[in-house]
């Protein structure tokens, strides 16, 4: 590792293939750029791993990589492209817009670059065919980010459930959701039970109009701010990227909740972009919970869902069902009380309405959601 490079040796799991990758930083200026490419043919040396390298090269190899300023002189990328042919290096290509960096000036000052590439060896191509690199738009940076797409096997598809109803936290964001939850409690008709449903079906309706898709709105925002950065950069199209960021802000701050919730991350907080880790413990949870076979009570093995489903509801169904029990009068004439009338009497009170708040309060806000859906942040607010 240095200040231009990170190297890493990647191992695949549940197999024994092996690669290696590495970030390269090259330098921006001319007169060290010849140090950038003396640096990447010294890599090239020091291990014996299929190998793939990606980053800010700072340099663009042909005319059709660079819109605006002087032209390139072949002078520039003499030096990139002959580490490139030492190391037997290729470029993988790219998908979307043609340049990863722009000056961020508008009109005819503004330059834009292809910079950001991956390059790899035959061998690191034979392992990942179907590899693509796709070009991200530029978010609160002058670069663009790469994406790289190993394009590897995906799991069994699994059977889609119906629609269910959550209480997304991200909903109290909008004063309107306390309103709701208020008119909810204020509901003379019916009794606890009917109120909390009928308010979960009125907060799904309304987070449904009121937030939409938030994955597809982040998705339309990126690609909104992707067309304004290939256009021509005028002062009107740089106040609208602005405005589309702060958007944005506010989409993945709705985003990193969401995930936040469903993680059941504790000990980190949202507001700090955590929304990676949050998605990735959320992953996480949800291959852990997965079910990919189970044996019954015969030791036969099913992997079918419905089969899966099945078996376990026989198990329950049998562990609780009740059967005729005999001579517990016996067992329990033997056993001395220990408890005390006055004990009795406590454990058999109502519970008060302190204890049951003390006992609300205590509950985490979003983990362990009732069947109805709603997670004991639902019934703080209401009892607030």
């Given amino acids: 590792m240095s200040l231009n490079h990170i190297d890493m040796e990647v191992n695949l799991k549940d197999s024994n293939i092996k690669w290696r990758a590495t970030g390269f930083y090259g330098y921006p200026e ?34 059709s990589e660079k819109q605006g300023d002087n032209p390139i002189q072949f002078s520039q990328v003499e030096g990139f492209l002959e580490a490139r042919q030492i190391n037997e290096l290729a470029d993988l290509g790219f998908k979307g817009h043609p340049f990863t960096w722009s000056n961020g000036q508008s009109g005819t000052n503004n330059i834009q670059e292809r910079l950001d590439r991956a390059l790899a060896r035959s061998e690191w191509k034979q392992l990942f065919p179907k590899t693509s690199i796709q070009h991200l738009s530029r978010y609160k940076s002058d670069h663009s980010p790469l994406l790289l797409n190993l394009a590897g096997e995906g799991n069994r598809r699994r059977r889609r459930i ?18 709701i939850l208020e008119n909810t409690s204020k509901d003379q008709e019916g009794d606890i039970v009917e109120k909390i449903k009928r308010s979960g079906g009125n907060l799904d309706e309304w987070g449904k109009t009121t937030f939409g898709d938030i ?12 067309t304004l950065n290939n256009s021509p950069q005028s002062a009107e199209t ?8 702060a958007d944005l802000d506010e989409l993945l701050k709705l985003e990193e909740i969401k995930w936040s919730q469903r993680s059941r991350a504790s000990r980190l907080k949202h507001g700090d972009r955590n929304t990676a880790f949050f998605h990735q413990k959320a992953s996480q949870r949800k291959k852990r919970n997965w079910v990919e076979s189970i044996y019954d009570d015969m030791g036969i093995k099913y992997m079918e869902e ?28 033997a056993v001395k009380n220990r408890l005390s009338p006055n004990q009795f009497a406590i454990l058999d009170e109502d519970f008060s309405k302190e204890e049951v708040h003390h006992a609300l309060f205590q509950m985490h806000p979003t983990k362990a959601p009732d069947p109805d859906g709603l997670p004991a942040l639902f019934s703080k607010r209401c009892g607030e």
């Avoid at 640096?39 to 090239?44: A, D, R």
């Avoid at 997304?168 to 309107?176: I, V």
């Avoid at 740089?238 to 960021?245: H, K, L, M, V």
Wanted: with cysteine; net charge negative; hydrophobic share 30%.
């Fill in 306 to 333: 419905e089969q899966i489903e099945d078996v376990m509801r026989g198990f329950y169904e049998k562990l609780f069902t009740s059967e005729e029990t005999r001579g517990v009068s016996n067992v329990t004439e």
């Fill in 162 to 179: 119906g629609h269910t109803f959550k209480f997304e936290e991200f909903w109290l964001s909008n004063s309107e959701c306390s309103r």
């Fill in 215 to 226: 994955q597809k709105r982040i998705k339309e925002a990126q690609e909104s701010i992707a």
């Fill in 30 to 63: 001319s007169y060290n750029k010849h140090e950038s490419w003396n640096l990447l043919k010294i890599l090239g040396t020091t291990f014996d791993l299929p190998w793939l390298v990606f980053g800010d090269f700072n340099q663009v190899i042909n005319q």
């Fill in 238 to 245: 740089i106040r609208r990227t602005r405005e589309e960021e």
